[in-house]
């Protein structure tokens, strides 16, 4: 099942840069294991906010909410999950 998510990211202004910049690299490195699993096939910014949208290919829902909610950085995030489905005008 393939899903678009759109992923926004609000910390505590309380938060310092140091935890920021932890938070920043764990989640590179969670993303890139997705991706390199095949989970997580696509990751895009939003120009000009803290923002992404990725696309997931995965088995079911329950797959995709245990990959969100894996996220380091899942407590900060606002997400919008959207299911696709094939277009029948794709030549793909």
Same mark, same amino acid.
């Given at each position: 099942m393939l899903f678009l998510a759109r992923m926004d990211v609000t910390f505590p202004e309380s938060m310092t840069d140091e935890t920021k910049a932890d938070f920043q690299v764990k989640e590179k490195e969670y993303?890139? #294991?997705l991706q390199r699993e095949g989970r997580m096939r696509d990751i895009w910014r939003v120009v000009?906010? !803290?923002? #992404? !949208?990725?696309?997931y290919d995965v088995a079911d829902n329950d797959e995709l909410h245990a990959i969100l909610s894996g996220f380091p950085m899942y407590p900060y995030m606002d997400i919008t999950v959207t299911p696709l489905a094939k277009h029948p005008n794709s030549i793909k």
């Open positions: 993303s890139g #294991n000009g906010e !803290y923002a #992404n !949208y990725s696309v």
